[in-house]
Nanobody
């Protein structure tokens, strides 16, 4: 069993930055691809960024490409989402997810574990 805990959300002005963290409890995520998703009120949960293993290649949605960066630490316990140049439309609850396959996907049902989410609010 993998438990994921997100942190780092908060309130920020448009143009600002936040870094989200997703920590796995009790085990390494070395054999999992990871994804960050977000869900705004009234919207479906959408893919934001992903990272594969073992190469740590990264993938981004068009809406965040060039502004967000996904990475993970060398111990493969924590995954990060650095968010720069934030916009009001980035406001959502952000979730990390782990998939027991090498490549992340945009489909939520293909992930095995989810965190509880962290709120990001961008004021314009």
């Amino acid at each position: 069993q993998v438990q994921l805990v997100e942190s780092g959300g908060g309130l920020v002005q448009a143009g600002g930055s936040l870094r989200l963290s997703c920590a796995a409890s009790g085990r390494s995520l070395s054999s999992y691809s990871m994804g960050w998703f977000r869900q705004a009120p009234g919207n479906e949960r959408e893919f934001v960024a992903g990272i594969n293993w073992p190469a740590d290649s990264t993938y981004y949605s068009d809406s965040v490409k060039g502004r967000f960066t996904i990475s993970r630490d060398s111990a493969r316990i924590t995954v990060y989402l650095q968010m720069n140049s934030l916009k009001a439309e980035d406001t959502a609850v952000y979730y990390c997810a782990a998939r027991a396959k090498a490549i992340p996907t945009v489909r939520t049902y293909e992930y095995n574990y989810w965190g509880q989410g962290t709120q990001v609010t961008v004021s314009s």
